[in-house]
Structure formats: structure tokens, C-alpha cells
């Protein structure tokens, strides 16, 4: 079975720090591009971040680009973001999503979210 | 940046009736839209990609359609697990975009 699951989300005042996690498994993870998508609480999706199979292209959303950093590591299994000068408006859930990767970028599957909630 | 524009925000539906769901583009995204559907506290769930090509295990009663900057997803008969949010998606141009929803509620 094909799954994502994500941790490291939580409190942080503004201007804080967090390293999001996504781990990975049934799938070879080593082949597939990922992506991170927010949702802030009520609101709609959001496209964050996206990142080749090999880490060699990098994309982020004009609102993270800056302060977020996507990373990957093949060999665990596993997706990162790496959150900083954290502002209220970061305030979401954030979700990785296996992409369809080649010429299309659909989400398939989605993780089970992890919270962050910027407030001083 | 391309603009999803999905409409309505909210429909209202009677079990076993049809709900069309319409999403725009601000500009040609030829067929490279997906569709998704939310429940309250899961994550999105893929239900069509390439605008009209549902995904495993999606139901028959789903399907979408559309090219360029009109797209449509119908549920030809509603069932109660089909009451959810629905939101297209954009891939032809980066930053990928999400529409804003719609909210498929019980009439």
C-alpha cells in the first residue's frame, strides 16, 4: 500500500522555525517527483513546493520562495520542507503528495497532513 | 500565474439527483486538469487527471470534461458519500493552482 505520512508540525511563534517530514513507503520512492500543498484552516488548497526524483529541479510557490527549502533524501525514504521566518499567514496544514511525475503533475496520494500554527 | 475560477462555491443537491461542477482557467491549460474531492478532516483525494481520465477506483457515476479553459465535472447520480469539497487543478503551467472549491452540500 501505497503511503505518506508526515510529522514535525506544531506551535511557533512568527519569525520561528520547523523541519516538516514526509515519510514514504510502498512505493519506489527514489522514482517519483513530490510536491507539498497547504491548507489554511477553512480555506482552500494551496501549491507550495515541488521537487524531481533526484532533487536536481526545485520549484516554490512566489508566497515561500525565500524561506521555504524542499528537500530529499532517496536513501530514507523521505521528503522534507524546511520552514523559516515563519509568519501567521503560514498557518496550515501541510500535506505531501506523490506526483504523477513525467510531463504531468497531478497529486496521487496525499498524506494525512501535519499542523503548523504560527502565533505568538 | 493562471487563475482557477470554480463555480458555484456552494451547490445544493438531492441525493440521486446530477451535480455539475464548472471550473475556469484564466488562460488555455489545454486538458492538463485534475480534480479532487474532500471530506472533512482527510486529505484531497485524486478523482480525474488529464481533464477526463478518472483514477483507480473512482466510481463511473464521476466524470469530467473540458479542454483548454472550461471544465466540467459531473456526478451523474449522487450518492451520500459524494457530499464533500471539490477542487480542479491546473498543470500545464508552473505555479501549479488550485480553484477554490466548490461545496457540494444536501439539498
Known amino acids: 500500500e501505497v503511503q505518506l505520512v508526515e510529522s514535525g508540525g506544531g506551535l511557533v511563534q512568527p519569525g520561528g522555525s520547523l523541519r516538516l517530514s514526509c515519510a514514504a513507503s510502498?512505493?519506489?520512492?527514489?522514482?517519483?517527483?513530490m510536491n507539498w500543498v497547504r491548507q489554511a484552516p477553512g480555506k482552500g488548497l494551496e501549491w507550495v513546493s515541488y521537487i524531481s526524483s533526484s532533487g536536481s529541479d526545485i520549484r516554490y510557490a512566489d508566497s515561500v520562495r525565500g524561506r521555504f527549502t524542499i528537500s530529499r533524501d532517496n536513501a530514507k525514504n523521505s521528503l522534507y520542507l524546511q520552514i523559516n521566518s515563519l509568519r501567521v499567514e503560514d498557518t496550515a496544514v501541510y500535506y505531501c503528495a506523490r506526483d504523477s511525475s513525467g510531463w504531468s503533475n497531478w497529486f496521487d496520494p496525499w498524506g494525512q497532513g501535519t499542523l503548523v500554527t504560527v502565533s505568538s | 500565474e493562471i487563475v482557477m475560477t470554480q463555480s458555484p462555491a456552494t451547490l445544493s443537491v438531492s441525493p440521486g439527483e446530477r451535480a455539475t461542477l464548472s471550473c475556469r482557467a484564466s488562460?488555455?491549460?489545454?486538458?492538463?486538469l485534475a480534480w479532487y474531492q474532500q471530506k472533512p478532516g482527510q486529505a484531497p483525494r485524486l478523482l480525474i487527471s488529464?481533464?477526463?481520465t478518472r483514477a483507480t477506483g473512482i466510481p463511473a457515476r464521476f466524470s469530467g470534461s473540458g479542454s483548454g479553459t472550461e471544465f466540467t465535472l459531473t456526478i451523474s447520480s449522487l450518492q451520500s458519500e459524494d457530499f464533500a469539497v471539490y477542487y480542479c487543478q491546473q498543470y500545464n503551467n508552473w505555479p501549479l493552482s488550485f480553484g477554490q472549491g466548490t461545496k457540494l452540500e444536501i439539498k
Open positions: 488529464g481533464a477526463s
Open positions: 488562460q488555455s491549460v489545454i486538458t492538463n
Open positions: 510502498g512505493f519506489t520512492f527514489s522514482s517519483y517527483e
